[in-house]
């Protein structure tokens, strides 16, 4: 165990990934990531690995594509415009079943969007984003610790399934500065443990890598063994955390930066005798909803906060199935929901003054809700 | 009695799924022939692009990755920075390597990277059923262009290697054609060429091969060469155009 170092979020996300060991990075520069490519073309040198800035995020996640199936720990990271670019890609490496990781520090969007931190890539992350029947694994760090800590379990899980993974980080994981232990430190996973990848075919019968199935029975074949990695991961990979959620009547629902803006609102409501808890999922997919299943029955409500105007909510509805109303308070574009804000909303949830479905019952304080 | 003619050992002897008269085959045998000679068939790693070639990976016996359209040169880049001595090869048709893998080429041979290109210009998309490429030729018919191409509303055919050459980064740059004998010989010394420089780590080298599409050309295989000298190559001059770094 080293000494804390205090580090900006995605230059420590970048060390984490080296110390993980990770060797290739294909990137291409936006904001609010930039530092990720920074740090690593001039890390990953001194750590006898290769750096390439592609020309854009189509070739960077295609060079990802090309590493990845030579049997490489490889990484590429962006943002949300960026992400949007490399889609197609991350869908063909669902495909062919190569392991990666893709870090999103988001922005606000649609189109050009803003360069404030945002939660609204949580759709395209979760539900595909790219084309066909495939899953990326995704985690939303809420501290810098906590993204250092899953970059490395990334690497791990997208081995031990060749799948994808995907750190989805706000603006503000990427750009605040925080105390930052780096605890594993494991060795790189070598390409001859990986037998099916393209290193030459010398002793061997010739590997393949590829996403293409014309027969339909093949391809049926293929995507249902591709569901049932999934179920596996959905099975053995959940991650969440719940806040005084055992007697909680009101519970708040929020993942990364969020979540801790949550946390102070939980406890100033507990002070004040609301039976107020948390939950906050860390893996996004596979969504934590066994977390949802042990406070459902005797909950008399869930308020999801979100930086976009409800995305996760609609999985948290699906997880609560009608148990207790599901309430949701949203920000967008760089706006941060407040606590003061959160704390009104939770009160008007608690004394029934706000419908589960309405629009923006706010709009003077700013954000919407429903 | 001593063999005259054998199937190279880096294919597979799978039957192809090309049309009859199409010049992939010949492409295919002359860089399986060049994998053999120079002995690099345990160390080759090809990566198929999208088109007729995208089932590359069935005939050659070489480990072998699929790209995305247009995508091979970035793939062939992971591959090759992870993997700096083995022999990485791109297979590319026109559409794939002239229209939606512009960006792609281009940066490849600016980065200078050290891998082979071989790229299938035939003046059509042919897996998709004969549209317009940027290969194909003024006044050319196709599926996307029915009355032929006009270049006041379609542009110009795109002449790659000429493009290429202007590139610092790239090494070698050459066009050939493979409609008769003579032609087929002057193209395999150059994919050779391609390959060697690679095996010494002079960077990034690239053969068009000037192919035909007999199917969607709606032509006899035999007319279909004749088209490729008549029509072609006044348009897309044969030789090297570059072989040397730097400007």
């Given at each position: 165990m080293s000494e804390p170092i205090l580090m900006k979020g995605n230059e420590a996300i970048a060390e984490a990934a080296i110390r993980a060991g990770c060797r290739f990075f294909f990137g291409y520069p936006i904001t609010p990531q930039n530092e990720i490519p920074e740090y690593m073309s001039k890390r990953l040198p001194e750590a006898g690995g290769v750096f390439v800035q592609a020309e854009s995020e189509v070739a960077s996640i295609n060079m990802v594509y090309g590493a990845a199936g030579a049997g490489a720990r490889v990484m590429t990271s962006s943002s949300s415009p960026g992400i949007s670019l490399m889609m197609e890609g991350i869908s063909y490496i669902a495909g062919a079943e190569l392991p990666c990781v893709i870090v999103n520090i988001s922005r606000g969007g649609?189109?050009?969007?803003?360069?404030q931190p945002s939660q609204s890539d949580y759709f395209q992350a979760t539900k595909g984003g790219g084309h066909g029947d495939y899953k990326l694994i995704v985690y939303g760090p809420s501290s810098v610790q906590e993204a250092c800590d899953l970059m490395i379990k990334a690497f791990d899980v997208a081995d031990k399934y060749r799948n994808p993974v995907m750190i989805l980080g706000d603006g503000m994981i990427g750009q605040m500065m925080e105390p930052v232990v780096f605890r594993d430190q494991p060795g790189e996973a070598a390409?001859?443990?990986?037998?099916?990848?393209?290193?030459?075919?010398e002793g061997r019968k010739s590997n393949l890598i590829t996403s293409i199935y014309l027969d339909p029975e093949v391809l049926d074949a293929h995507n249902w063994k591709l569901y049932q990695k999934y179920k596996r991961i959905e099975e053995n990979e959940v991650m969440y955390e719940s806040y005084r959620a055992d007697d909680a009547e009101w519970l708040l629902v929020a993942y990364g930066t969020v979540a801790r803006i949550c946390i102070s609102v939980m406890e100033k409501m507990r002070e004040e005798g609301f039976r107020v808890g948390l939950i906050r999922p860390i893996t996004l997919w596979p969504f934590p909803k066994t977390a949802f299943d042990e406070v459902a029955d005797r909950a008399k409500g869930f308020l999801c906060v979100e930086m976009s105007t409800g995305q996760m909510v609609e999985d948290v509805r699906l997880a609560v199935e009608g148990r207790a109303p599901v309430y949701f308070y949203g920000r967008t574009g760089g706006a941060v929901p407040l606590p003061r804000n959160i704390e009104k909303r939770m009160h008007q949830v608690i004394a029934g003054r706000t419908p589960v479905v309405t629009e923006c019952l706010d709009k003077n304080q700013g954000g919407g809700g429903r | 009695m001593k063999p005259v003619y054998l199937r190279p050992k880096?294919?597979?002897g799978v039957v192809t799924h090309y049309c009859p008269g199409c010049t992939h085959g010949i492409a295919h045998r002359l860089v399986a022939e060049i994998i053999d000679e120079l002995r690099i068939q345990g160390k080759a790693i090809g990566v198929a692009s999208v088109g007729c070639s995208v089932f590359a990976y069935n005939y050659f016996d070489v480990d072998f990755q699929q790209a995305a359209h247009g995508r091979a040169p970035a793939v062939a880049t992971g591959i090759k920075r992870v993997h700096p001595d083995r022999i990485v090869f791109t297979y590319q048709g026109d559409g794939d390597m002239a229209s939606i893998g512009a960006a792609e080429i281009v940066h490849a041979a600016a980065r200078r990277e050290n891998i082979t290109v071989i790229f299938i210009n035939n003046a059509i998309y042919g897996m998709t059923g004969g549209q317009m490429a940027p290969t194909t030729l003024e006044g050319q018919v196709t599926t996307t262009s029915p009355m032929g191409r006009d270049h006041k509303s379609q542009g110009y055919p795109l002449r790659m290697p000429e493009l290429l050459a202007a590139v610092d980064g790239a090494y070698y740059i050459a066009r050939c054609s493979l409609h008769n004998a003579a032609h087929i010989g002057r193209a395999k010394r150059a994919i050779k060429q391609a390959f060697q420089n690679q095996m010494e780590g002079k960077g990034f080298s690239m053969v068009e091969l000037l192919s035909t599409c007999p199917t969607n050309w709606r032509m006899s295989p035999v007319k279909a060469m004749e088209w490729v000298e008549k029509h072609m190559i006044p348009v897309y001059p044969l030789g090297e155009f570059k072989s040397g770094e730097g400007e």
């Amino acid at each position: 165990m080293s000494e804390p170092i205090l580090m900006k979020g995605n230059e420590a996300i970048a060390e984490a990934a080296i110390r993980a060991g990770c060797r290739f990075f294909f990137g291409y520069p936006i904001t609010p990531q930039n530092e990720i490519p920074e740090y690593m073309s001039k890390r990953l040198p001194e750590a006898g690995g290769v750096f390439v800035q592609a020309e854009s995020e189509v070739a960077s996640i295609n060079m990802v594509y090309g590493a990845a199936g030579a049997g490489a720990r490889v990484m590429t990271s962006s943002s949300s415009p960026g992400i949007s670019l490399m889609m197609e890609g991350i869908s063909y490496i669902a495909g062919a079943e190569l392991p990666c990781v893709i870090v999103n520090i988001s922005r606000g969007g649609p189109g050009l969007g803003g360069i404030q931190p945002s939660q609204s890539d949580y759709f395209q992350a979760t539900k595909g984003g790219g084309h066909g029947d495939y899953k990326l694994i995704v985690y939303g760090p809420s501290s810098v610790q906590e993204a250092c800590d899953l970059m490395i379990k990334a690497f791990d899980v997208a081995d031990k399934y060749r799948n994808p993974v995907m750190i989805l980080g706000d603006g503000m994981i990427g750009q605040m500065m925080e105390p930052v232990v780096f605890r594993d430190q494991p060795g790189e996973a070598a390409p001859d443990k990986k037998p099916w990848a393209t290193t030459g075919n010398e002793g061997r019968k010739s590997n393949l890598i590829t996403s293409i199935y014309l027969d339909p029975e093949v391809l049926d074949a293929h995507n249902w063994k591709l569901y049932q990695k999934y179920k596996r991961i959905e099975e053995n990979e959940v991650m969440y955390e719940s806040y005084r959620a055992d007697d909680a009547e009101w519970l708040l629902v929020a993942y990364g930066t969020v979540a801790r803006i949550c946390i102070s609102v939980m406890e100033k409501m507990r002070e004040e005798g609301f039976r107020v808890g948390l939950i906050r999922p860390i893996t996004l997919w596979p969504f934590p909803k066994t977390a949802f299943d042990e406070v459902a029955d005797r909950a008399k409500g869930f308020l999801c906060v979100e930086m976009s105007t409800g995305q996760m909510v609609e999985d948290v509805r699906l997880a609560v199935e009608g148990r207790a109303p599901v309430y949701f308070y949203g920000r967008t574009g760089g706006a941060v929901p407040l606590p003061r804000n959160i704390e009104k909303r939770m009160h008007q949830v608690i004394a029934g003054r706000t419908p589960v479905v309405t629009e923006c019952l706010d709009k003077n304080q700013g954000g919407g809700g429903r | 009695m001593k063999p005259v003619y054998l199937r190279p050992k880096s294919l597979t002897g799978v039957v192809t799924h090309y049309c009859p008269g199409c010049t992939h085959g010949i492409a295919h045998r002359l860089v399986a022939e060049i994998i053999d000679e120079l002995r690099i068939q345990g160390k080759a790693i090809g990566v198929a692009s999208v088109g007729c070639s995208v089932f590359a990976y069935n005939y050659f016996d070489v480990d072998f990755q699929q790209a995305a359209h247009g995508r091979a040169p970035a793939v062939a880049t992971g591959i090759k920075r992870v993997h700096p001595d083995r022999i990485v090869f791109t297979y590319q048709g026109d559409g794939d390597m002239a229209s939606i893998g512009a960006a792609e080429i281009v940066h490849a041979a600016a980065r200078r990277e050290n891998i082979t290109v071989i790229f299938i210009n035939n003046a059509i998309y042919g897996m998709t059923g004969g549209q317009m490429a940027p290969t194909t030729l003024e006044g050319q018919v196709t599926t996307t262009s029915p009355m032929g191409r006009d270049h006041k509303s379609q542009g110009y055919p795109l002449r790659m290697p000429e493009l290429l050459a202007a590139v610092d980064g790239a090494y070698y740059i050459a066009r050939c054609s493979l409609h008769n004998a003579a032609h087929i010989g002057r193209a395999k010394r150059a994919i050779k060429q391609a390959f060697q420089n690679q095996m010494e780590g002079k960077g990034f080298s690239m053969v068009e091969l000037l192919s035909t599409c007999p199917t969607n050309w709606r032509m006899s295989p035999v007319k279909a060469m004749e088209w490729v000298e008549k029509h072609m190559i006044p348009v897309y001059p044969l030789g090297e155009f570059k072989s040397g770094e730097g400007e």
